[in-house]
């Protein structure tokens, strides 16, 4: 057997009858499945018995439909015919294809067997025994596992790292319908399955090499008693949790370990960080750096006029929350531009006050991939000035705004960055995306970075981590996002070896996790 290059689920696995049975309906974990066998680059078909009732037959076509599925009509008797005519049209050989059912019929699972498919049976683990080319899967979730598995067990051996990721479904869907998780090896050997947190995790594991995350996704909530100290605040959901300890137990692993990114969830934080930024500056060319800041704990400070011009801050500013995220008023925020407007200003506490930079209301969205870095120019904020007066405020109160819904921009703005009066230094970007890198130990993130009006200074006003890049062409994106992951694990891997760590997943490890997971 060759790796899976096709599948063929019948409608058994998918669908669930009413207790009436006037009624059928695809089951809420098909729906999944079906979306990531789409874009998994494998060959995917849907079988189906004659004598359907009408309203099946109906769904099962529409089904096919919306998930580009190839209708397999399946002979009761003689169902092995069908799935060789299928594979024939695929052009690929019967070893490297799967067909799942939940029905089990020893001499129809032999017949198929016989002509080189692998049989997977959902749900009829213990009634199987020793049928040569047949498997089990308890439920339909484990089905890519399954695939995992099986290609690991054939001679692709080491050349294949099977990367599992844990990110929020909406987020999976994008990276899923622009190519970036296909479950067929990668042009460098990646083959990529979700991992549910929901699910027991030693069994999703055993089939991985390295995992993936966007762990802010699995942020439960933020101990307001730990605030002043967001590393210690910062309470991830239990399956996350969970995961943390696998991968540090098991000496797996992670992209990127959870303390890498805590610098990047608190503004303080990550501000604080790109102070140090004058290291990498030179006379010979613009100089970068990151906005005057001031952390705040309230805005009615007596002496914070003081604070701010210690701090080389003048007004207008920007307000944001110091937790970057994983809190509902994370991104509440505002451009205050007389002291007065600190007042019951609702921008939640403690607070960084930010330097508001005049830039051209552009902003150029850089993107770092392993030693890849990438940018857009996007339209942004305007010029104080402008902003004061499209807000329609009369300069009577601050501008409040949630930048993931309501960020004011300029749309007047034409991004003609090759043209502008201060140009884009992308060398001295690069060196700080590099830099960044080494001191934030990060993979994958991204930055936005605005050019100040005036001094033409390079200033990095936010930082985030595993960035969706989508403004980035797909055909240069993914291959360097596969890039980048393979060559962190091939930089773990080889550390590993310097340092002669355990083995993930040898059995004592297994038995410890087993007990510290129970």
Not at 118 to 125: I, P, R, S, Y
Not at 345 to 370: A, T
Not at 409 to 421: G, M, Q, R
Request: with cysteine; net charge negative.
């Amino acid at each position: 057997m060759g790796p899976v290059k096709g599948v063929v689920l019948d409608e058994s696995v998918l669908f669930s009858v009413d207790d009436d049975e006037n009624s059928t309906h695809l089951l809420p974990a098909a729906e999944k499945m079906l979306f990531r066998l789409q874009y998994s680059n494998l060959h995917v078909g849907i079988s189906y018995k004659e004598g359907l009732c009408s309203q099946k037959g109906a769904l099962i076509q529409h089904v096919a439909v919306l998930y580009t599925l190839q209708l397999v009509k399946l002979d009761v008797s003689c169902p092995e015919h069908a799935l060789q005519a299928t594979s024939s049209a695929w052009d690929v050989i019967p070893d490297t294809c799967i067909f799942v059912t939940s029905i089990l019929d020893a001499v129809i699972c032999r017949n198929i067997c016989s002509k080189g498919w692998t049989v997977v049976l959902q749900g009829l683990e213990h009634t199987v025994s020793d049928m040569s080319g047949v498997t089990t899967i308890h439920k339909l979730q484990d089905l890519l596992i399954t695939l995992s598995r099986l290609n690991k067990m054939v001679a692709l051996g080491d050349s294949v790292i099977t990367v599992g990721y844990v990110m929020k479904w909406t987020r999976e869907k994008d990276f899923l319908k622009r190519g970036a998780f296909p479950t067929m090896p990668t042009s460098n050997g990646l083959t990529f399955i979700s991992i549910d947190l929901d699910l027991p995790l030693i069994p999703q594991l055993q089939t991985v090499d390295v995992v993936l995350h966007k762990a802010t996704d699995e942020i439960s909530s933020v101990d307001e008693g730990q605030m002043l100290s967001i590393s210690k605040g910062v309470i991830f959901s239990e399956g996350m949790q969970q995961l943390d300890r696998c991968m540090k137990h098991l000496h797996y692993h992670l992209i990127d370990p959870l303390e890498n990114i805590i610098p990047l969830l608190d503004r303080d934080a990550i501000q604080n960080i790109l102070q140090d930024l004058d290291e990498i500056n030179n006379p010979r060319s613009c100089r970068i750096r990151a906005p005057h800041y001031l952390k705040v704990s309230k805005f009615d400070e007596p002496d914070l006029v003081e604070k701010l011009n210690q701090a080389q801050l003048s007004l207008p500013a920007i307000v944001k929350p110091q937790i970057a995220c994983g809190v509902s008023n994370a991104h509440t925020m505002a451009v205050v531009f007389k002291m007065e407007e600190f007042a019951e200003l609702p921008v939640p506490l403690p607070s960084v006050i930010q330097e508001y930079i005049d830039h051209g209301s552009i902003v150029y969205k850089f993107y770092v991939l392993g030693e890849r870095v990438f940018y857009a120019v996007r339209s942004s904020t305007p010029n104080a000035a402008s902003l004061l007066l499209s807000s329609g405020n009369k300069g009577s109160s601050a501008v409040i705004f949630d930048s993931l819904k309501s960020l004011p921009v300029d749309s007047t703005t034409s991004l003609k960055s090759d043209s502008d009066e201060v140009k884009l230094d992308l060398d001295i970007v690069t060196s700080a995306a590099m830099w960044m890198r080494g001191k934030l130990h990060l993979t994958i993130f991204g930055f936005d970075v605005v050019i100040q009006a005036g001094t033409g200074d390079h200033v990095i006003v936010d930082v985030n981590y595993l960035p969706s890049f989508k403004e980035i062409p797909n055909e240069t994106a993914i291959p360097a996002f596969w890039e980048a992951i393979q060559s962190s694990y091939k930089s773990y891997k080889y550390s590993s070896k310097q340092g002669s760590s355990s083995t993930p997943f040898a059995p004592n490890l297994i038995m410890a996790l087993d007990i510290l997971l129970a």
